[in-house]
């Protein structure tokens, strides 16, 4: 158990719905990273907050958006869903705001399918 | 732009032979940390190791080492002596400390490493 949990672990959803992806970060940790894998794109990073406040953007699509909580953990919605929105969405957590500072430590991800 | 290259898209070994996983980077940035994750059928992302740019010692850990070369901007990764446990999907990453990045990681294409009885 890497301490980073990310629920649910799966998900099916026609397209045009929206859902929301939860990750807690690792106790202690303040930094939370989402990240999409996908057939065509491999691992990108999509996005990172850092207590609360958004700190990077990546590939993020318009119709996706994230939010980090009071208690640090942190939700990705995705709009709109597209058959090609269908992939592996992992959430990482750190200490501080950049890999410097500590671990680096990936949930077990959700597998999204859009059908 | 910061830029991972993983040329080996699957490599097939049989068990026991040793394996090299090539990793190739660039970066126009003096501080950074090289990544390397082991992604098995489940599909979990497993961390492997660590560097940071000022260190260029090799490392070794068990059946695992990495050869880490700045003058060729690569970070590669052997396994000696392969089981078939060792089969996933190897992924070099890199992340950039300076010039606004906040640690994202940027990830190779990965290699499927398979390794048969």
């Known amino acids: 158990d890497s301490g980073v949990t990310q629920t649910p672990k799966h998900l099916i959803t026609a397209t045009g719905q929206r859902v929301t992806l939860r990750c807690s970060p690792r106790?202690?940790?303040?930094?939370v990273y989402w990240y999409q894998q996908s057939l065509d794109q491999g691992l990108q990073f999509l996005i990172q907050y850092y207590n609360g406040e958004e700190r990077a953007k990546g590939n993020i699509l318009e119709r996706f958006s994230a939010q980090q909580f009071p208690d640090l953990h942190s939700e990705l919605n995705l709009s709109s869903l597209e058959l090609g929105d269908s992939a592996l969405y992992f959430c990482?957590?750190?200490?501080?705001?950049?890999?410097?500072?500590?671990?680096?430590?990936f949930g077990s991800g959700t597998r999204l399918t859009v059908v | 732009a910061q830029k991972v290259t993983q040329a080996q898209t699957e490599i097939s070994v049989v068990e026991k032979e040793d394996v090299t996983l090539d990793c190739v980077y660039e970066t126009r940035d003096t501080t950074y940390y090289l990544f390397w994750y082991k992604q098995p059928p489940s599909g979990e992302l497993v961390f492997l190791i660590r560097r940071n740019s000022f260190d260029e010692q090799n490392e070794i850990s068990g059946r695992y080492s990495w050869n880490f070369q700045k003058s060729t901007s690569s970070f590669n990764f052997t396994i000696t002596a392969s089981q078939v446990v060792d089969s996933a999907v190897y992924f070099c990453a890199l992340s950039e400390l300076g010039g606004g990045s906040q640690g994202n990681l940027i990830f190779g294409k990965g290699t499927k490493l398979s390794v048969k009885p």
């Open positions: 106790s202690g940790d303040l930094s």
């Open positions: 990482a957590s750190s200490v501080g705001g950049q890999v410097l500072m500590g671990g680096y430590t």
